[in-house]
């Protein structure tokens, strides 16, 4: 069943750097929000008069917690009217129309193998979500390997956040890498690295979440490898 339209109000904006703010949204129709991490919800934004040209799908950053509040994370695009309208016409205590949740693209029944999470850009808000949930439930869970691409630090979404999980799970992993800055950690882009971690070919499934290129190359490289595609799951942005 497709679920109904509601109102959200936005509770709090957040800026993280000069393209990329975060939207936390309030439902205050619904008691407790309920979804799976990985979903989205779509925005039904006042930019076109065809409905289907006013909606925009994002992901949920927030791990479900038995509120009515998600969080959003956006980039500003030039060419974009939605997030231009975003960014231009939603202030704190702004009023939007959204329904969900909606998707597929979440957590693997088998968490027990190796589960490779890999993302550009905002694309890292599912994954962020996912990580949160496993971590705030105890759920247990295998070597999972959260492997981010972006170009520089300014653009290093939930760092700390991600750092602080790996620091106490010794089954996460948090893998950053740059490809427009050097610094001490990893540069170039996401695919060497999870080629590395899978030189020993270990049963494992990948979620790949990001732009089309990324994800196009991801793909090919781990059929490459010797992996079935049942074993790729993906979720597009842009």
């Known amino acids: 069943m497709i679920p109904e ?61 038995n509120s009515n509040i998600i969080e959003l994370i956006i980039v500003l695009l030039e060419s974009g009217a939605g997030t231009q309208y975003l960014f231009h016409q939603i202030q704190e205590g702004s009023e939007l129309t959204l329904r969900g949740p909606h998707g597929v693209f979440v957590l693997p029944d088998n ?4 589960l490779f999470l890999i993302s550009t ?58 490809s427009r800055e050097s610094w001490a950690g990893r540069s170039g882009y996401v ?17 790949l979440c990001g732009w089309k290129a990324m994800i196009d190359e991801a793909k090919q490289r781990i059929l490459n490898m010797g992996y079935d595609k049942k074993q790729i799951h993906l979720e597009l942005y842009g």
């Open 121 to 178: 850009g905002t694309g890292i808000a599912p994954f962020r979500s996912m990580a949160q949930y496993l971590d705030k439930q105890a759920i247990p869970h295998g070597p999972i390997h959260m492997i981010f691409g972006t170009r520089t630090q300014d653009e290093l979404l939930y760092r700390d956040e991600m750092e602080r999980l790996a620091s106490r799970d010794s089954n996460f992993h948090y893998y950053p890498t740059l």
């Open 111 to 114: 968490l027990q193998e190796d």
């Open 191 to 207: 695919h060497p690295i999870y080629e590395e971690l899978c030189a020993g070919h270990q049963p494992a499934s990948f979620m």
């Open 5 to 65: 339209w509601q109102k959200g109000i936005v509770e709090r904006i957040e800026v993280v750097n000069s393209v990329t703010r975060r939207f936390f949204i309030s439902l205050p129709t619904t008691i407790h929000f309920d979804f799976k991490p990985g979903q989205f919800v779509t925005l039904d934004l006042p930019i076109h008069e065809q409905r289907n040209r006013r909606w925009r799908s994002y992901s949920i950053a927030s791990a479900p917690d």
